[in-house]
């Protein structure tokens, strides 16, 4: 299946590392993919900030706090089976290295219309929350 992965660093070979999520799923040693384009792109400029500020990838979406601008990053396009976690398309995990892949170079001005600034972690988490909220209504 054609899967994405999203990072701010440009790689030869994709290398499973130890993740830090919740879970036993999102705690493995593994390289994390999404069915979404779009997310990985958005968690690729994402990843940019790491250190910096605190941000938030709900799907769809990049909130940044503070006005931290994200750089480029680089979307990996795989056709591989991976095993699904608990997020749905969302989520997925594969064990090995990869270096068969087609690298896409993401340019923040292109998702301009889908990062959202605070100025809080506590309005972060309101955003969130209240999308949660939605998604249970429909």
């Known amino acids: 299946m054609k899967l994405y992965h999203g990072t701010p660093q440009k790689v030869e070979v994709l290398i ?20 979404s384009f779009e997310q990985a792109a958005l ?15 709900p799907p769809n979406k990049l909130i940044i706090v503070g006005d931290f ?15 699904k976690g608990e997020l749905g398309d969302y989520e997925y995990a594969y064990t090995k290295p990869i270096s068969k892949f087609k690298v896409h170079e ?13 100025k809080s972690k506590e309005e ?15």
């Open 16 to 35: 499973p590392r130890l993740a830090k999520g919740i879970g036993e799923f999102q705690n493995q040693k593994a390289i994390f993919f999404t069915k």
């Open 43 to 57: 968690y690729a400029i994402g990843k940019s900030l790491k250190g910096k500020t605190q941000f938030a990838l």
């Open 106 to 118: 993401i340019n923040p001005e292109n998702y301009k219309s889908k990062i959202t600034y605070v």
């Open 69 to 83: 601008k994200p750089s480029k990053g680089y979307v990996y396009e795989v056709d591989i089976d991976a095993k």
């Open 124 to 138: 972060m988490m309101t955003i969130i929350n209240a999308e949660k909220a939605g998604q249970g209504n429909h």
